[in-house]
């Protein structure tokens, strides 16, 4: 990173990447989670704690750019695509196997659930797979929030608003939580804000971005300094679990597992195919099908469900 010495970089990344985590488990939320809360009781608080985590991304990760201290980089755009379509449906189906998504899986995994150590192993078959036989992506073009500009501050403003709204809103509607339990609208604040920074700084960070061979401007170091954050939000994940007393080991059964190699499998070929991956959540169209693939899954299946209970 430019202005930045190597092990200080270091210690900062590893540092975001352990608040990262731990933001996660304590946020306990992933798009499955969101999607089921939308089908089952109409609302949509996950949903907006997403909308907050990624205003707070933002409101860190474009001044970072801007700023220039830290060689942050913003990864670029593309154009609306079927690959793109494609991927986000995957990603949704993906995730709905293997019972959450990425960022439930390392919250979840903090918790003690073994089997999800298989994700990675399937997201990696998937990412493989693509890129082997790959389809065209669209041509890439700089961001528009890479510098100041009168959109670019405009844009600011809007996640600025949308973040108080979408903090406001969640903690109205959020019930009192354990004690020692951060409020869903804090952790989606802090997870954003610590994924935005990281995001911006070490796009190579995360295991799923390691993985893909045709991630823009990653930095020349990302291969270890990338291992180290994943051990390092990890960790983060299993202290939060521990302070809330949530840590049990859970012994995988093999249907489980094939489960979330299955399931990672899909959630990688999806991100191959969608530029900026999950984490980024830079194409609102991806996000939204996502959404929407995972909420008429949930559907069908209740649907399929129902039909069988009244066959027997």
Known sequence: MDGISGLTAAMLVCGLAFGFGYSANQGGTCLVLAADEVHRRRRPSMLVAFLAASCS????????????????????STGFSVPLLVGAAAFGVGALVNDTCILGSLARLGDGEIRLAAVPVGLTAGIVLVDEVLVERSAPWSSVLAKPSMLSVASLAVFGVGLILAVAFVSRMEPTRPKGTWGLGLSMLLLGA?????????????????????????????AGMGAWAMAFSTAGAVVASLRRGKLRLRR?????????????????????????????????????????????????????????????
Not at 210 to 216: E, G, Y
Not at 255 to 281: E, F, H, K, Q, Y
Request: with cysteine.
């Open 57 to 76: 991304a933002g409101l860190v990760a474009v001044p970072l750019v801007w700023s220039e201290a830290t060689g942050a980089t913003l990864a670029a």
């Open 194 to 222: 610590s994924g935005g920074a990281l995001y911006a700084i070490a796009p190579a960070w995360h295991f799923v971005n390691l993985l893909h061979r045709n991630l823009p401007d990653a930095m020349p170091s990302g």
């Open 252 to 312: 995988p059964s093999t249907a489980d597992t094939i489960r979330s190699l299955v399931g990672g499998t899909l959630m990688g070929a999806g991100v191959a195919l969608i530029p900026g991956g999950n984490d980024g959540l830079l194409e609102a169209a991806a996000y939204v099908l996502m959404t929407f693939t995972i909420i008429l899954c949930l559907v069908l299946r209740g649907s399929f469900r129902h039909r069988f209970k009244q066959v027997d």
